[in-house]
């Protein structure tokens, strides 16, 4: 069974930094997509960043040019650097891994709180 699992996050001042990681295992297969979702309170979840097998990397405009996402295909693993971060950056921060077949997963979250 294929499992997420999930580190870092916290708390960090505004204009700060903090590091999510993500591995994904129990597959064989290679992810073809990872990536970080997250949901701030009384919000829908919104995509942050995704990076596909082929390195490309697709950001939300509210994070472009403050957060990097890169990814470890070999070990089937992602991260998320978040430079600058602001107080609406506060959310919980999802992994997400998909692989062949479409088949995704979730991980189960980790809080990022960013205090003024």
């Known amino acids: 069974q294929v499992q997420l699992v999930e580190s870092g996050g916290g708390l960090a001042q505004a204009g700060g930094s903090l590091n999510l990681s993500c591995a994904a295992s129990?597959?064989?297969?290679?992810?073809?997509?990872m990536g970080w979702y997250r949901q701030a309170p009384g919000k829908q979840r919104e995509l942050v960043a995704v990076?596909?097998?082929?390195?490309?990397?697709n950001y939300a405009e509210s994070v472009k040019g403050r957060f990097l996402i890169s990814r470890a295909a070999a070990l089937n693993s992602v991260y998320l650097r978040m430079n600058d971060l602001q107080v609406e950056d506060t959310a919980v921060y999802c992994c997400n891994a998909v692989f062949p077949g479409n088949h995704e997963y979730w991980g189960q979250g980790t809080q990022v709180t960013v205090s003024s």
């Open positions: 129990g597959s064989p297969l290679w992810t073809t997509v």
């Open positions: 990076i596909r097998s082929g390195g490309i990397p």
